[in-house]
């Protein structure tokens, strides 16, 4: 009898997944490390390099002990590390902050989906590393003024309960009653959070587009940039009418150069991956938020989200860009 099962269709599918986001995520922190300027973001940066190649090798090494291909990923092809930068002003934390809150979300998941002892361990060692390095980051960007907190609030003094359905109020769904009330603070923790996330994936998403060789991606990038902002409108909007200021975040400006460090093939991918995680993010505010007009805000986001995501699939397919996942057996084909 092995010592160990073979692994799961579920534990190979999330393992497939974290390959090929880890290998991204190597890409581009080895740009991000050369050309950082601040010696603790460097620190940061490098030390989380060395933990994501570690991974990597544990992947490839779980692969080869169970015969299955190791996919390709992002290699060094994908990178180009002799231009000059394409972000300043801390945006490389910035964005190596957003990209370990994503990380996070899907090894918590990753490992909702695993059986195998070993796996399990390997996914709750991703979860801490991404969880210390998303608390560094973050730490980082507060200490050098570029990280806003959320709004703050007077305390409450007393316990409330609701007294009546007016407090789902809220246009789209009764034109009767147009009646809003102010925002509580679960809802605008997740405003905030929106508009946080969208402003650093706009500016990522603009350094982009300068830079992408092939003309339909640039201009699927602005597309995407403009998505962002009208997301951002809208938040910005909402929090307004209830006399709520949620300032964005100061840094991550784009530079003037146009000599891309990555591949549009890895620039089409993370634009995909930060659109899922900002479907699964919509659907969290969805979920947490009681009033009518911000569940259909966030139903329309998801919607345009989707479509924009789907257009990126539909390019990646034209390219010959998407690797496939491992597919269950085809029994009719192989019967017949």
């Known amino acids: 009898m092995p ?20 290998t991204m995520a190597l890409r581009l922190l080895e740009y991000f490390k050369l050309k950082a300027d601040d010696e ?8 989380l390099y060395e933990e994501v190649e570690h991974f990597i090798e544990k992947i490839n090494a779980t ?10 990923g992002f290699t060094s092809e994908d990178v180009n590390i002799g231009v000059p930068k ?7 934390i910035m964005f190596v902050r957003l990209l370990n809150e994503i990380s996070m979300g899907l090894h918590s998941l990753n490992i909702t989906m695993s059986f195998r002892e070993d796996i399990t361990i390997m996914f709750k060692e991703m979860t801490a590393v991404t969880q210390k390095y998303y608390l560094l980051c973050t730490q980082y960007l507060l200490e050098k003024g570029l990280l806003p907190r959320s709004p703050y609030v007077s305390m409450p003094k007393s ?30 923790s997740h405003l905030h959070h929106s508009i946080e996330s969208n402003v650093t994936g706009m500016q990522m998403i603009t350094g982009f587009a300068q830079c992408a060789s092939n003309e339909e991606i640039r201009k699927y990038f602005l597309e995407g940039a403009e998505l962002s902002k009208s997301i951002i409108k809208e ?34 991918y993370c634009t995909s991956l930060f659109c899922s ?60």
């Open 40 to 47: 603790q973001a460097k620190d940061i940066i490098t030390n």
């Open 235 to 268: 938040i910005r909007e909402v929090l307004l009418e209830s006399n709520v200021l949620s300032p964005e975040p100061s840094g991550g400006h784009v530079t003037r150069s146009t000599s891309a460090p990555f591949s549009d093939k890895l620039m089409m």
């Open 3 to 22: 010592d160990k099962p073979a692994i799961s269709s579920s534990e190979l599918g999330t393992l497939w997944l974290t390959y090929q986001e880890k």
């Open 86 to 92: 394409l972000y300043d002003s801390g945006f490389d």
């Open 159 to 188: 316990v409330e309960f609701v007294k009546d359905k007016d407090y789902l109020g809220g246009f789209p769904m009764n034109p009767f009653n147009n009646k809003k009330r102010t925002l509580n603070t679960v809802e605008v």
């Open 63 to 72: 692969f080869q002990q169970e015969g299955a291909v190791i996919p390709v």
């Open 277 to 336: 995680f900002a479907m699964g993010s919509n659907s969290l505010g969805t979920a947490f938020s009681l009033r009518n007009d911000l569940a259909a805000k966030n139903a329309a986001f998801m919607k345009d989200i989707f479509e924009y995501a789907h257009k990126a699939a539909k390019i990646m397919i034209k390219n010959g860009w998407m690797e496939e996942p491992p597919q269950m057996e085809e029994r009719k084909q192989i019967i017949e």
